[in-house]
Structures are given as structure tokens and as C-alpha cells.
């Protein structure tokens, strides 16, 4: 089991002795999203994988979040935000800008990145390093940017 997968077992068990219902429900359906991939990949999953998991939930609950916003409903919005809260609780420390634009221009440097078609190699590169970190859509659009 990974490493993430170790603290967010220790984490459900906490929940589950303090009774605490909702983030127990958040941290239960991590689990579920972990445990479906690895059934569906035949294989454990490392950090790597866990990482890209939890930053697609973040980001899907995000999208919940405008959607709920946007139709007036604030507290189906509260209900996401605080599902966010406790997934971020496994993601890594985030980036600030200025370490955002630092890593694109090294990638860019690295790969030796012209134009806007060199953009997979540069984000090939960006990924591992930014997975769960940044929003890679932001990410991405940085590397159009210092490309154009």
C-alpha cells in the first residue's frame, strides 16, 4: 500500500472513533475511487496515482461547485467545498505563482520548446512534477502563454 494510502486508511479509522459522518463519507469515497482503479488496473497503485486521483476529484468538485453556485445553490456548494477540504488534506503543499512560472520556463528551457505544437513535450515534462500541486489547466494555459 502507498504511502497515501496508509494515511488515508489511519484517517477513516480517526473519523470513524471521533464520529465524524461527513468527512468519514469524503474519506470513504476516496477510498472507493482508489480501490475502483486498482480493480480496474489489476495492480496497486502507487503515490503518483493516488495524486492523480485525488486532484481529479478536486477538480470535478470544483466544476460541482461553479454549476451549484451559478443555479443558486449554496448549500449543495458548502457540501463540495468542505469534500475539497478533506481531500486537500492528502494533496501536497500547493504552488505559488512564481513557482508555477518558474517550472514552465525550465520546461520549456529543457525541452527546448519553440511553439505552441512543442506543448505536449512541455507539459510531459510539467506533470509529474506538478500533479496535485497546480491546476494543470492553469498550468497549461501558462505554457501557451510562454510559448506565444
Same mark, same amino acid.
Given at each position: 500500500?502507498?504511502?497515501?494510502?496508509?494515511?488515508?486508511?489511519?484517517?477513516?479509522?480517526?473519523?470513524?472513533?471521533?464520529?465524524?459522518?461527513?468527512?468519514?463519507?469524503?474519506?470513504?469515497?476516496?477510498?472507493?475511487?482508489?480501490?475502483?482503479?486498482?480493480?480496474? /488496473?489489476?495492480?496497486?497503485?502507487?503515490?503518483?496515482?493516488?495524486?492523480?486521483?485525488?486532484?481529479?476529484?478536486?477538480?470535478?468538485?470544483? /466544476?460541482?461547485?461553479?454549476?451549484?453556485?451559478?443555479?443558486?445553490?449554496?448549500?449543495?456548494?458548502?457540501?463540495?467545498?468542505? /469534500?475539497?477540504?478533506?481531500?486537500?488534506?492528502?494533496?501536497?503543499?500547493?504552488?505559488?505563482?512564481?513557482?508555477?512560472?518558474?517550472?514552465?520556463?525550465?520546461?520549456?528551457?529543457?525541452?527546448?520548446?519553440?511553439?505552441?505544437?512543442?506543448?505536449?513535450?512541455?507539459?510531459?515534462?510539467?506533470?509529474?512534477?506538478?500533479?496535485?500541486?497546480?491546476?494543470?489547466?492553469?498550468?497549461?494555459?501558462?505554457?501557451?502563454?510562454?510559448?506565444?
Amino acid at each position: 500500500m502507498s504511502e497515501l494510502g496508509t494515511q488515508l486508511s489511519d484517517a477513516v479509522k480517526a473519523a470513524m472513533r471521533a464520529g465524524d459522518k461527513p468527512r468519514l463519507g469524503t474519506l470513504r469515497m476516496i477510498s472507493a475511487a482508489i480501490k475502483q482503479k486498482e480493480v480496474d /488496473e489489476r495492480r496497486t497503485l502507487d503515490d503518483a496515482d493516488v495524486l492523480a486521483i485525488l486532484d481529479k476529484m478536486v477538480k470535478q468538485r470544483r /466544476e460541482s461547485i461553479e454549476q451549484y453556485e451559478a443555479a443558486g445553490r449554496a448549500e449543495l456548494a458548502a457540501a463540495e467545498k468542505a /469534500e475539497i477540504e478533506v481531500i486537500g488534506e492528502f494533496l501536497p503543499k500547493a504552488l505559488d505563482e512564481a513557482e508555477i512560472d518558474a517550472r514552465v520556463a525550465a520546461a520549456i528551457e529543457q525541452t527546448a520548446a519553440e511553439s505552441v505544437r512543442d506543448m505536449g513535450r512541455v507539459m510531459a515534462v510539467l506533470k509529474p512534477q506538478m500533479q496535485g500541486r497546480a491546476d494543470m489547466s492553469a498550468v497549461s494555459a501558462r505554457v501557451k502563454q510562454h510559448l506565444a
